[in-house]
């Protein structure tokens, strides 16, 4: 208590209490901005419209065939075939065939030549023939042509060796086998549908001509090929040897070993049809 009676508190150094920070005031600073180098900006009135109708581009053309592919409009040339030709999906026998058009038939071709096969426009889609057979004025049949396409002689009849094999073939598999029988009479076993098969055999579009002598096989393989277009023949196996219409400029064509006599095809002539 000091003289007079006047209550006085004392702190030391650690216990007097701070005072209360000045609040300090931050003037604004002006900060120059560097211009900038990117492109100007547009005025509304210079501004492009989404709306505004742009210049159209030239569609790419697609080059292969599908099924789900419908062929865009593009300049296209007639062209007739010269011999019955397979339509493929692609430029080449190691693509889809699709089916067989006729001799004399008109297509038309867009220029593109893959191969040796032909882009042509067929039922407005894109497919492939072989271009060799092409030409630009049609064809006229030529009645004393050995090709086949006479159906003179070929005989339709019921094979005295019974039809069973005909069961589950197509319709010109079982041609084949009819008129097969009635040129060879001396040949009576034949095999047909293959079920689990998935090749020919196992569709009913292949038959098996069993010999017992090559030169029998020499003969069936020849009198088929004579008459591949009356049959509907597209290939013949014979031999190790391979003639398809596809390829007929060709003649027959070795394949490749496949370690037996029937692998081979040397006891049996393999017909597939269409």
């Known amino acids: 208590m000091a003289a007079g009676g006047t209550a006085s508190a004392l702190w030391s150094a650690k216990q007097q209490p701070s005072a209360a920070p000045e609040e300090q005031v931050t003037e604004p600073v002006e900060v120059e901005v560097p211009a900038t180098t990117g492109p100007p900006t547009r005025t509304p009135d210079q501004r492009v419209s989404r709306d505004q109708e742009r210049p159209e581009l030239d569609p790419e053309v697609e080059v292969q065939a599908g099924d789900t592919f419908e062929a865009a409009p593009i300049a296209t040339e007639p062209r007739f075939l010269t011999e019955d030709l397979n339509l493929w999906t692609g430029p080449g026998e190691d693509t889809t065939l699709l089916t067989v058009l006729d001799f004399g038939s008109k297509v038309q071709v867009?220029?593109?030549?893959?191969?040796?096969?032909a882009q042509i426009v067929h039922n407005?889609?894109?497919?492939?023939?072989?271009?060799?057979y092409l030409s630009k004025t049609k064809p006229e049949e030529d009645t004393d042509s050995g090709g086949g396409g006479d159906t003179g002689g070929l005989s339709t009849a019921?094979?005295?060796?019974?039809?069973?094999?005909?069961?589950?073939l197509v319709e010109n598999a079982i041609a084949v086998h009819r008129a097969v029988c009635a040129e060879f009479p001396e040949i009576t076993s034949y095999y047909g549908l293959r079920p689990g098969d998935d090749g020919e055999h196992g569709t009913g579009q292949a038959i098996d001509i069993m010999i017992t002598d090559s030169a029998t096989g020499d003969a069936i393989a020849e009198f088929v090929q004579d008459n591949y277009s009356a049959l509907g023949v597209s290939e013949i196996i014979w031999s190790q040897q391979i003639w398809t219409v596809e390829r007929s400029s060709e003649g027959w064509r070795w394949m490749e070993d496949r370690g037996s006599d029937t692998a081979n095809h040397y006891d049996h002539v393999h017909v597939t049809v269409y």
């Open 110 to 117: 867009t220029g593109r030549v893959v191969d040796g096969y």
């Open 124 to 132: 407005d889609k894109l497919r492939w023939v072989n271009a060799e």
């Open 158 to 168: 019921a094979c005295a060796s019974g039809s069973d094999v005909e069961s589950g």
